[in-house]
Structures are given as C-alpha cells and as structure tokens.
C-alpha cells in the first residue's frame, strides 16, 4: 500500500495529530504533522516523491531511525519508515520520505 500513498493522501492533515505507535519501549503517541513537502522528481519514477515530517511532544528522549506505524484516519495503519531530525522548541521532529 506504501507504493499507492500521495502527497494528498497527507496534505489534508497538516497540523493535525496522527498516532505513532513506536516500539522498544512501546508507545502510541501523538504527532503533530508539521510539513508535508514535495521532492524533486527524477523522469520514469512512479509518483512524484514526498516527505512528510511529524513532532511528538518528546523532550530530551527520542526513537532511533526504525519502520513505525503511523495511525492514518483514511488508509488505516501504514509501516513506514521515520528518521529522527532532532528536537525544536516543542518537540522531537521525525522524517519518512516516500519516492
């Protein structure tokens, strides 16, 4: 299902909270999605890639790079894969690029 996902299938939710569930320690915690941005496209890639960035409330702790799942109202639960960008003012950030 990853392959099928658009840019507008998260632009709808920008500044809304999707669930993340994390593991070890396992948790499901709130994310605000921050950004959604599209990427520059190569010719002959299937769709127009995308990133997405979300921030949990996270102070001073984080989860390392792993696939997590993040709870979509619409698409249900999506394994993908999020990398830590490291904390702002409210919160640890998390990256998952689809091309």
Known sequence: ?????????????????????????EATLPAELID????VSHPGSPRPPFSIILRTSQQGEYYQQAI???LHP??????????PLGADEKGMRY?????
Do not use: H, W
Request: hydrophobic fraction near 45%; avoid cysteine; charged fraction near 15%.
């Open 74 to 83: 619409v698409k249900g639960e999506l394994d993908i894969f999020l990398v």
């Open 1 to 25: 299902m990853l392959d099928t996902l658009q840019i507008t299938d998260f632009q709808p939710y920008l500044n809304q909270t999707l669930p993340v569930r994390f593991r070890q320690p």
């Open 36 to 39: 959604v941005s599209e990427l």
């Open 95 to 99: 990256q998952a690029i689809f091309n």
């Open 68 to 70: 997590y799942t993040l």
